[in-house]
């Protein structure tokens, strides 16, 4: 499995794109595509600009996902290196016997989000119009504080 490997390039790649998805709502495009300068560690913010059909917007870093990231702060460039990142993740997914959903990760971030804030917040934050509506799932308080405490 990855986690084995030598290659540390693939590993890193590999956590900082799942981190990304599951705790900023980044989409598997944006994730490989996003640089370092693009990460405002002081306002603790991702800054994506706009781009054809997708608004800019400005995701908070929560303590957990700064955790993550916070080794690696200093660097230049691409933040996932490995650009066929997810491919790795549903080889994976099928190695773990894990079924792999698309976009699973961005939803998930939806989805606990909208247990903490506005549906308008989360829309703004994952670059949705007001037609299209994140999805909602009931998760109890506690849930909640458990995702957003998942720490390396």
């Known amino acids: 499995m990855l986690w084995n ?17 599951a705790f900023a709502g980044l989409r598997p495009a944006e994730t490989v595509g996003l640089e370092w300068k693009q990460i405002d560690w002081t306002k603790r913010e991702i800054h994506l600009a706009a781009s054809p059909g997708k608004v800019g917007r400005a995701i908070p870093i929560k303590d957990n996902l700064m955790t993550f990231l916070l080794p690696y702060k200093g660097r230049n460039g691409l933040v996932v290196i490995h650009k066929r990142v997810a491919n790795l993740l549903r080889t994976e997914c099928k190695q773990a016997g894990v079924r792999h959903i698309s976009n699973g990760l961005r939803r998930s971030y939806g989805s606990y989000r909208l247990g903490e804030c506005s549906e308008e917040m989360v829309q703004s934050e994952m670059g949705l119009d007001p037609s299209q509506q994140p999805e909602r799932r009931a998760i109890p308080a506690a849930e909640i504080a458990k995702y957003w405490a998942i720490r390396p």
């Open 5 to 21: 490997s030598r290659d540390e390039a693939k590993v890193q790649s590999m956590l900082l794109y799942v981190v990304l998805g």
